[in-house]
């Protein structure tokens, strides 16, 4: 069993940066892939990033390629999304997730929701204009 839990999410105006964190619980947290995802209220989940067993390994949604980087800590259980160059339609609530089979998997893979074994609660994130 793993918990989630984010942090580092608030109202930033345009071209700013924040960071996004997210804290595991669990001795395996290594042996996961893990990903970020935001969504929109009626709108679907959208990946934004994910990683595999080290930063090598690491996947982006196209609208935030060259701005956006995860990262991962495992002697911290964390998992990070660093956001750069800020845009207001980058504005929603940010979910980390966490899958066991992403781990042997292919970075094609992380894009799917189905992927993930478990999700934290979210962070909200407000670019204004």
């Known amino acids: 069993q793993v918990q989630l839990v984010e942090s580092g999410g608030g109202l930033v105006q345009a071209g700013g940066s924040l960071r996004l964190s997210c804290a595991a619980s669990?001795?395996?947290?290594?042996?996961?892939?893990l990903g970020w995802f935001r969504q929109n209220p009626g709108k679907a989940r959208e990946f934004v990033a994910g990683i595999g067993r080290s930063d090598f390994y690491t996947d982006y949604g196209d609208s935030v390629k060259g701005r956006f980087s995860i990262s991962r800590d495992n002697a911290k259980n964390t998992v990070y999304l660093q956001m750069n160059s800020l845009k207001p339609e980058d504005t929603a609530v940010y979910y980390c997730a966490a899958g066991g089979r992403l781990y042997y998997g292919t970075m094609s893979s992380y894009s799917n929701t189905a992927q993930y074994d478990y999700w934290g609660q979210g962070t909200q994130v407000t670019v204004s204009s």
């Open positions: 669990g001795r395996t947290f290594s042996m996961y892939g």
